[in-house]
């Protein structure tokens, strides 16, 4: 990008986090909420004077680094077992352990299957190659059935999953209707139904947007919403792509928060991601794929490992072809994954 600029070009850069682009600016300018400007000068003055209570108001400042949430206890038993997973050639075949009470991050660069190997765990697309096989403790009666060919309302109650593109599993008018769906297609009353959705209106700052229509939100408040609907089943395992992009810190910190006392109740946490504050702050193990499709793929799914170790670039990851939803495929929040057209929702569907 430095490349690009010349003396005659401005360059304006709307953007949560500075850090990586900080050789780039002269100018800071920090927006009010409700309209206004709260600082505005070069950057080390700014951040001087006023980091503290920016990243306090939930600003991204460049030096303040976000406190540690990893696991105090060792994690659970394993949950979901992957024996050479792949699709051709989209992810080479891949070898992994999900466990309860563990944060697994799922790295690599664009193209290396992250989002592919998401979907295939989450029993939203039919395996190319290998197999997926889930604990009795998470599949219960359909212990010998691969997830994929699981019914809808039984895969929302045992795994959530959160697209890559928030927008893919929205199907309702209004950001409460999205939150009780899951609830409803699983079996739960209205009154339970509703008591879940409150809460997560009111932990995800939802509660003002209740009666907005999803496809209206912010790409921050629609990540927050998929990360919502993927929860209100309470699944034993939760499986997210990306579910820290477009977050101020506030929010950032928040959801953070939230999968870690999910994953300390015993809940199996997997998250593909870029964003190295995220790992660093949550991950227990991380797992990093390896070349991206046409390349070199030997190497491709190397050992797990603890976390720590990969910075990420910041950028999430190239979106994947609309999956094979196999035999009752459906995701964890009971969505579709590619809108416009009416989706095939699955067994119980109305």
Not at 149 to 167: C, K, M
Request: charge should be negative; aromatic fraction near 2%; proline fraction near 11%.
């Amino acid at each position: 990008m430095l490349d690009a600029l010349d003396p005659d070009t401005t360059l304006i850069l709307v953007e949560h986090r500075v850090a990586e682009a900080l050789p780039l600016i002269d100018r800071v300018v920090v927006l009010e909420p409700g309209g206004g400007v709260r600082a505005d000068g070069p950057p080390e003055a700014v951040f001087a004077a006023h980091g503290d209570a920016l990243a306090a108001a939930g600003v991204w400042v460049p030096g303040h680094t976000a406190p540690p949430r990893h696991a105090t206890t060792p994690p659970g038993d394993v949950l979901l077992t992957a024996d050479r997973l792949g699709l051709p050639p989209r992810l080479a075949p891949t070898d992994l352990r999900v466990r309860a009470g563990e944060a697994l991050a799922v790295l690599g660069p664009n193209g290396a299957g992250k989002s592919t190997l998401a979907l295939l765990l989450g029993g939203l697309l039919r395996p190319g190659t290998g197999t997926v096989t889930a604990a009795a403790e998470l599949a219960g009666r359909d212990a010998r059935t691969a997830p994929h060919r699981w019914r809808a309302p039984a895969l929302a109650r045992r795994i959530g999953s959160v697209f890559q593109d928030p927008e893919h599993q929205f199907v309702t008018g209004t950001v409460r209707d999205e939150l009780a769906l899951g609830p409803r297609r699983t079996g739960q009353s209205e009154a339970a139904a509703t008591a879940t959705v409150d809460a997560l209106l009111h932990r995800l700052r939802l509660d003002r947007l209740a009666g907005a229509n999803p496809y209206t939100l912010s790409g921050g408040e629609a990540r927050r919403l998929s990360v919502a609907t993927a929860l209100a089943t309470a699944p034993r395992l939760l499986i997210c792509d990306e579910p820290t992009f477009g977050q101020d810190r506030r929010t950032w910190l928040e959801l953070v928060d939230l999968l870690a006392e999910l994953r300390d109740a015993g809940h199996g946490v997997v998250a593909v991601t870029h964003d190295a504050d995220f790992v660093a702050a949550l991950a227990d193990r991380t797992l990093t794929l390896g070349c991206p499709a046409g390349a070199d793929r030997s190497g491709s799914g190397r050992p797990d490992r603890e976390a720590g170790g990969h910075s990420g670039s910041g950028h999430p990851p190239s979106p994947p072809s609309p999956p094979d939803r196999g035999a009752g495929g459906h995701s964890g929040s009971g969505h579709p994954p590619s809108p416009p057209s009416p989706p095939d929702r699955g067994a119980g569907a109305p």
